[in-house]
Each structure stands twice: as structure tokens, then as C-alpha cells.
């Protein structure tokens, strides 16, 4: 079971991995999804549609992976409300308590703008082939867009910030992980997007546009990976001995392959985009399990 904070290692199992990897990847695709759709062009739309049809699914794994661990599917439910008398629990002081009610209301904004997505599919795909410079909008839906990215930012964060509250050696010891966590997630939803447009040529404009914005989820998640290893002082060999050291080189494997793909050197030209998307998400999630993971060992 998931605790406030760790005396001793909590000894998560592997579906807790897969919560942080899948909140991660259900935030940033929809801050990107908004983002596409606040500041792209008709054409880009195509593309936003995807990220926000991806966000919600990605999105309902997260709560089924939490009550797997916390072993009673009604405990989930107890993070929100009162067992006795049925009113909303909010502990602005708990970092559980704050994530399961950001899971439930971001939940809230994907389930709409995903109807949204799923409605406007052959409007937006004959817009974006006429030629169309934007897409007509309402004030009202940019405002809910923001707002459900906002949430999703602190989606994608969560699961770091909720390492570093605890008492457990190495995630105490650094203030990197929100942060890296989001830079990390942004980039894995950016690559998944990539992912699933590849078949639809409405949206092969779009793609230069996520590359050079994976391009920088990609270098400020490298900064941050090397503030971490320098803010843990002497508990880096903690992360970094031992077998753990070859997660690190997957890591580095889903970053710098990546990111020199997209700036095109001779070498990395016969690295497909699709490889390059494939190799940012197992660095993605090979990030995730050697900190979590290693600070238990």
C-alpha cells in the first residue's frame, strides 16, 4: 500500500511503474493536445485530436494500477470521501490526498475533450485538407483547455513531487523530480503521439513541430537527470552501482539517440523516426524504474 511517507522502503511492485509511466504520458499528451490546438494551425488539429483521444485512456489506467496495489478496490475511493459519511476528503497537506483528487478532476477535462475529439474527427480532417489557416474556437473552450492542462501539468509532476516528500533516501534528497518527472512525460507523450500519427498524412505537418518540441522536453530532462545526480551528493552510487548503472545507459540511449536524430547528423540518419519515438519511451520508462527501484534496493 502507497504511504505518505517511507521510514522504511516501501517495496513497490512493478504496476506502480506503470502508474507513474502512464500519468506522465496521459498528462503531457494532453498539454500538448492543447497546445496544438491554442497555437497550431488547422492542420495541426489533425494531430491534436490524437492527443487528446490517447490522454484519457492512458489516463483510467492510473486509478486500476493504484488499487491493484492498495489491495482493496473501496480504499481508492477513501482517499476521496468519507467511508462514514460519503462527504469529499481533501488534505490539502497530503500529497495522496492532492493526487487522488487531481486524478479524479483531470479526469474530468480528458473525458470531454476526448467526446470532443471523438465528434469532430471528419470536420477537422477536411478543414485541415482544404487549407485552412485556423480552426474556428470559443474563449470559453480555450479556457477549459488550459485549465485541464494545468491539471495535467501537475499530473505529469505528481509522481516525482511524491517521491520527494518522502523520508525515503535519494528521493528526499533532491528537489529534481517533479520536474523531471514532467520533462520525462512530455517527451514520452510527444513520442507516443508520433507514434500514432505516422498513418495519417493530414498530420505529417505536424510532426517537424512535436520532434522540435520533444527536442526540448528531451535537453531540459537531461539537465535535470545531471542536477540530480549532483544534488544527491554522496547517495549517488546508491542509483548508480551495481547493476543500475545499465538502466542509466537505456536512459541515456532514449535521450541523446533521439535527440541527435533530430538535429540530423550523417550517422543518425539510418535511426527511422519511428525507432527514435520507440527508443524515448523505453527511456522513459527505464528513467522511472531506476529511481524508484535503486532508492529501495
Given at each position: 500500500m502507497i504511504n505518505e511517507h517511507f521510514v522504511a522502503p516501501p517495496n513497490w511492485e512493478w504496476y506502480i511503474l506503470l502508474y507513474f509511466f502512464f500519468a506522465g504520458l496521459a498528462g503531457g499528451a494532453f498539454v500538448i493536445g492543447t497546445m496544438l490546438r491554442l497555437w497550431g494551425s488547422a492542420a495541426d488539429w489533425v494531430t491534436s485530436r490524437i492527443a487528446f483521444?490517447?490522454?484519457?485512456?492512458?489516463?483510467?489506467?492510473?486509478?486500476?494500477?493504484?488499487?491493484?496495489?492498495?489491495?482493496?478496490?473501496?480504499?481508492?475511493?477513501?482517499?476521496?470521501?468519507?467511508?462514514?459519511?460519503?462527504?469529499p476528503i481533501l488534505k490539502v497537506w497530503s500529497p495522496m490526498s492532492l493526487g487522488a483528487w487531481a486524478l479524479l478532476i483531470f479526469g474530468f477535462f480528458a473525458f470531454v475533450m476526448f467526446l470532443v475529439a471523438l465528434g469532430e474527427g471528419g470536420y477537422v480532417r477536411s478543414r485541415a485538407l482544404s487549407g485552412v489557416g485556423r480552426l474556428p474556437g470559443s474563449v470559453l473552450g480555450a479556457a477549459f483547455m488550459v485549465i485541464g492542462a494545468i491539471l495535467g501539468i501537475f499530473v505529469a509532476a505528481y509522481t516525482g513531487v511524491l517521491l520527494a516528500v518522502s523520508n525515503q533516501p535519494v528521493w528526499s534528497d533532491t528537489w529534481t523530480l517533479g520536474g523531471l518527472f514532467l520533462a520525462s512525460g512530455?517527451?514520452?507523450?510527444?513520442?507516443?503521439?508520433?507514434?500514432?500519427?505516422?498513418?495519417?498524412r493530414e498530420a505529417n505537418v505536424t510532426e517537424p513541430k512535436l520532434m522540435e518540441a520533444d527536442r526540448y522536453?528531451?535537453?531540459?530532462?537531461?539537465?535535470?537527470?545531471?542536477?540530480?545526480?549532483?544534488?544527491?551528493?554522496?547517495?549517488?552510487?546508491?542509483?548508480?552501482?551495481?547493476?543500475w548503472i545499465l538502466l542509466w545507459l537505456v536512459v541515456l540511449v532514449g535521450?541523446?539517440?533521439?535527440?541527435?536524430?533530430?538535429?540530423?547528423?550523417?550517422?543518425?540518419?539510418?535511426?527511422?523516426?519511428?525507432?527514435?519515438?520507440?527508443?524515448?519511451?523505453?527511456?522513459?520508462?527505464?528513467?522511472?524504474?531506476?529511481?524508484?527501484?535503486?532508492?529501495?534496493?
Open positions: 483521444l490517447i490522454s484519457l485512456p492512458l489516463l483510467l489506467i492510473c486509478p486500476i494500477l493504484l488499487t491493484v496495489d492498495l489491495g482493496k478496490p473501496l480504499d481508492f475511493w477513501h482517499m476521496l470521501f468519507d467511508a462514514n459519511t460519503g462527504t512530455l517527451s514520452g507523450a510527444a513520442a507516443t503521439i508520433m507514434l500514432l500519427s505516422r498513418r495519417q522536453f528531451i535537453i531540459i530532462e537531461l539537465v535535470l537527470i545531471a542536477i540530480f545526480l549532483v544534488t544527491l551528493g554522496g547517495l549517488v552510487t546508491k542509483t548508480l552501482g551495481g547493476a535521450t541523446l539517440v533521439p535527440l541527435l536524430v533530430e538535429w540530423r547528423p550523417r550517422w543518425a540518419r539510418q535511426v527511422s523516426p519511428v525507432l527514435a519515438s520507440v527508443l524515448v519511451l523505453v527511456g522513459v520508462f527505464a528513467l522511472r524504474a531506476v529511481i524508484i527501484f535503486s532508492a529501495q534496493a
